[in-house]
């Protein structure tokens, strides 16, 4: 039988790309896991074991009590980091009919503010983590929610050297509202009834400029996303590997983790290792002592790793897979980690509007570590017009990626223009600029915004970094676009050396890269940063950068017209 498109070619024979979306909804889903595995263990948090059945209970007593705030389709805002309160307030909102809307302990003031305000959240659930509770606590004076809800992070014992301090909860305040206060209510005659295809999560966009955007996912497309993911790793496994134990560093509350980590993990019965923060140390410890056979992280994570002096040393035997998401994986990154480490990381290609799932590198057969992989089951891409997204490219042209399946978001919440023009004949407008070769596998070539005119022709900065991770002391690096008087535009790379590492002169990178890239393409200008800025999951963010250029372009451009005043008068500029 001819499978109907290309990658498909490239699936091991048990692995069917055809796919069928669970219809149920995510609080169905945590039930049955719940009745599935009862006993086992859930979570492991600081040392303290949750099991499937605890966890159901502590979700069915939250929910009860969220009831009191409002009825089906309230929005409560999780500000939360990776505690057993994130998994048990995110499954309770649900299944007292409301929506959860993820907000990032990373978030500036400001940003929390807009999230709060598009989303008409007015109760926010949080922890007693001393900036978290602060921030939480200048919301509500600032009127921006009614109710802060806040877990008590010393139930689950001592603190680790190195974590935050913990805030005193008030008791004596009506709009402070312990969490286990609320574990006490009854439940309802009836629970209210929810849909699949209903609004579970308004899941805000980053973006690299501009206020964020709420992607709206039902119940129906996260479970389709972790559901390809099953189906994926199961059309790829012969027979039973046992008990899962993983390690959950990535914070719940962004997409990728929230889908492969909780979701996915909990359908499989795994255990789940939380971490708050991303420790190098803590990340070996689960590996080597607890035995974790699966880590998904981030490229700089990875990094990270990498860089340990004895890290050639340390027993990663348990690990059956690890995975690279959140943001591309530098292909020097990857060839530097398995290097020093001796393990292939595959990375893959997936965005918060597709809950994550888009395409994965296989677990064996074809691999390219320049490309992200091949679509996933259910997911189909095609690669059109720059000009034209109704006009489909042939293989290996370069054009934008535009997608379709059953993971993929209904819109943005409160842009029905500008949901409806991202769309067109049914399938959504990425933004990513990629090309798909003859077989169906995917090559990233950067975000359609960030792409580059230098003198008419199009540069890409990814594939400049890409140039510049060959470098061997560079760490990270990031390039965007900068004002050029001759070409318009021209790249400018932003550089973390590798530590020991000396800085290095334009000329002298222009030199390494000479072979690798075209001269349209090289670099005008560099700059060495001790740290480059990253999101609240730790990929690189070049938002920060490009509002720091355009605000030097600013004064470089006023100062340009002062002295043509001070020249010619003001008559001449007009």
């Known amino acids: 039988m001819t499978r109907p498109h290309p990658w498909e070619a490239l699936y091991p024979p048990r692995l069917a790309w055809d796919f069928a979306p669970p219809r149920a909804t995510l609080a169905d889903h945590a039930a049955r896991a719940a009745a599935r595995f009862g006993d086992a ?64 302990p990373l978030d500036a003031e400001r940003v929390l503010i807009h999230k709060l305000n598009d989303s008409g959240a007015r109760v926010i659930v949080t922890t007693n983590f001393s900036p978290l509770f602060a921030m939480a606590r200048n919301l509500l004076a600032g009127g921006h929610v009614d109710r802060i809800i806040v877990g008590d992070d010393g139930a689950f014992g001592t603190l680790p050297a190195g974590a935050p301090a913990l805030a005193p909860i008030p008791r004596q305040n ?60 199961d059309g790829q496994t012969e027979e039973d590997e046992g008990p899962q134990r993983v390690i959950a560093v990535l ?169 409806a023009a991202d769309f067109a004949d049914g399938w959504f407008r990425t933004g990513d600029i990629g090309r798909m070769d003859a077989q169906g596998m995917v090559f990233l070539v950067d975000r359609k915004k960030d792409m580059i005119i230098s003198a008419g022709f199009n540069v890409y900065p990814r594939m400049i970094e890409d140039a510049v991770y060959e470098h061997p002391d560079v760490a990270e690096c990031c390039v965007i676009g900068v004002a050029d008087v001759y070409r318009g535009q021209s790249a400018k790379a932003f550089i973390k050396l590798r530590d020991g590492a000396a800085e290095f002169s334009l000329d002298q990178l222009n030199a390494f890269l000479m072979s690798r890239l075209g001269r349209h393409e090289l670099p005008s200008a560099l700059e060495f940063r001790d740290a480059l800025p990253k999101t609240p999951v730790g990929k690189l963010s070049k938002t920060e950068l490009i509002e720091e250029q355009r605000q030097l372009e600013e004064v470089a451009a006023r100062r340009s017209m002062n002295r043509e005043e001070t020249e010619h008068g003001p008559e001449f500029i007009a």
């Open 41 to 104: 263990p859930f979570l492991d948090y600081r040392g303290k074991i949750i099991t499937f059945s605890e966890f159901s209970s502590s979700v069915t007593a939250l929910a009860a009590g969220l009831l009191a705030f409002g009825g089906p389709g309230q929005k409560i805002a999780l500000y939360l980091p990776n505690t057993p309160y994130y998994p048990q307030a995110f499954f309770a909102v649900l299944k007292a009919g409301g929506v959860v809307v993820n907000l990032s």
């Open 251 to 419: 914070p719940f509350f962004h997409i990728y983790a929230l889908v492969v980590l909780l979701l996915w993990q909990m359908g499989r019965g795994a255990l789940l290792f939380v971490h708050p923060r991303f420790d190098p140390r803590a990340v070996l410890h689960d590996i080597e002592v607890k035995r974790a056979t699966y880590f998904p992280g981030v490229p700089t994570m990875w990094i990270a790793l990498a860089a340990l002096p004895d890290i050639g040393q340390r027993d990663l035997s348990s690990l059956r897979h690890v995975a690279s998401g959140g943001a591309p994986l530098p292909p020097e990154v990857a060839a530097r980690f398995e290097t020093v480490v001796g393990r292939r990381i595959g990375g893959g290609w997936g965005m918060t509007e597709t809950a994550a799932a888009g395409t994965v590198h296989l677990m064996a057969g074809r691999f390219d570590e320049t490309s992200v992989g091949v679509p996933l089951p259910g997911f189909a891409i095609r690669i059109v017009a720059l000009d034209d997204p109704h006009r489909e490219l042939g293989a290996g042209e370069i054009g934008e990626i535009v997608c379709r399946g059953p993971n993929l978001f209904s819109g943005y919440w409160r842009r029905e223009a500008e949901s």
């Open 174 to 233: 009506r709009h402070v509202i312990w969490l286990d206060h609320l574990l006490p209510a009854a439940a309802p005659a009836a629970w209210p009834e929810v849909a699949p295809d209903d609004l579970a999560v308004l899941q805000y966009t980053g973006g690299t400029t501009g206020l964020p955007k709420g992607a709206m996912h039902s119940h129906a497309s996260l479970l389709a996303a972790a559901g390809i993911y099953d189906q994926f790793y």
